[in-house]
């Protein structure tokens, strides 16, 4: 036995039950998002009022501030440890992949340093602390 909702509901009711399904489907939709909707709603006035703000004619001046960063680019800020002020960059990341990989050539360098070292810069250098040496106990 087939039923047909049409025999018993009008098209007008029909199309309001279908109305209300809907319209109450989206309102459980909106409220688990309403907080990303929101916030993106927000980002996208503030983005648009921003470029209304700016306009075309700070190119220019946006250009001129890119140039004045790359000016001011120095080792340290190119090549940044991370620290409490942020994270690493990817140019540090790429210097610690390389020193790692070529640990044998800083093993090397750091060999031919000490060897390359006098008597008497070897005596300031234990003297100032910087290197302790403790003494091997034998087994």
Not at 35 to 56: F, T
Not at 73 to 93: E, I, M, Q
């Amino acid at each position: 036995m087939d039923i047909k909702v049409e025999d018993y509901l009008s098209t007008e009711e029909l199309r309001q039950i279908a109305a209300d399904a809907f319209t109450e489907a989206m309102r459980n939709k909106i409220s688990e998002d309403l907080d990303r909707i929101l916030s993106n709603a927000a980002y996208h006035a503030v983005w648009q009022k921003v470029d209304e703000i700016i306009g075309e004619s700070s190119d220019e001046i946006i250009a001129k501030k890119a140039v004045e960063v790359i000016n001011d680019l120095t080792t340290f800020s190119v090549f940044r440890a991370p620290d409490r002020f942020g994270p690493s960059n990817h140019c540090w990341d790429v210097v610690v992949a390389s020193v790692r990989k070529n640990s044998d050539l800083v093993d090397a360098a750091v060999k031919k340093a000490i060897h390359n070292l006098s008597k008497s810069e070897a005596i300031e250098i234990l003297k100032s602390g910087v290197i302790q040496i403790s003494p091997i106990k034998p087994n």
